[in-house]
């Protein structure tokens, strides 16, 4: 039971792993492409990362890299906002 129980948390925190308010889309060489919001906290950022544009129309996740980071909001406020973005709302 402890096992499952262990397992089952490890899976939690995995999946967690992912979300973010503010996903920080990175190009494969870690370099920004642009910053993505839709305004909830569990943004999942690893799959948006990879259909999002940035301001010129580039995708983000077009060379197979699935580079994100949490943004702050700073850092949203700052950045280069994808196409299909929101405004940063704290």
Do not use: F
């Amino acid at each position: 039971m402890v096992r499952v129980s262990s397992i089952l948390i490890l899976l939690t925190a995995s999946m967690a792993a992912n979300a973010c308010k503010w996903c920080q889309c990175l190009k494969s060489d870690g370099s920004h492409c642009c910053l993505y919001t839709n305004g909830k906290d569990d943004t999942d950022c690893q799959l948006m990362c990879q259909q999002v544009h940035d301001s010129s129309g580039n995708n983000c996740g077009s060379n197979g890299a699935l580079n994100y980071k949490c943004a702050t909001l700073p850092e949203c406020n700052d950045r280069s906002h994808c196409r299909e973005s929101h405004a940063c709302l704290a």
